[in-house]
């Protein structure tokens, strides 16, 4: 079994910063794909960063410029920098990894959510 969890979010106030990690934990071979999701209440999960084995990533429009993920692929660790917050940031964000274990293959796992919210 493998664990994703999330720490860093909070309240900011808007154009503040906040820095999400998330450590990923237990029978782990190696991490493919990361990536942050988020879900705004009453609405769908939608993809915000994602960030491959060796560094490449790619954003939603919304967040370009403004977010940044990284990965420590030593500690099964990725981070997601969010600058310049505003108010229609405020969501719950999840870590998801394409992670490759010893027996079980590759399986997409997800983190329980850290809160972000961004206030006007």
Known sequence: QVQLVE???GLVQAGGSLRLSCVASGDIFSINNMGWYRQCPGKQRELVAIIT???STSYTDSVKGRFTISRDNAKNT???QMNSLKPEDTAVYYCNGHIVQTIAGAV?????????T???
Do not use: Q
Not at 108 to 116: M, P
């Open 118 to 120: 961004v206030s006007s």
């Open 7 to 9: 720490s860093g979010g």
């Open 108 to 116: 997409d796992y997800w983190g329980k959510g850290t809160l972000v």
């Open 53 to 55: 084995r060796g560094g």
């Open 78 to 80: 990725v981070y997601l």
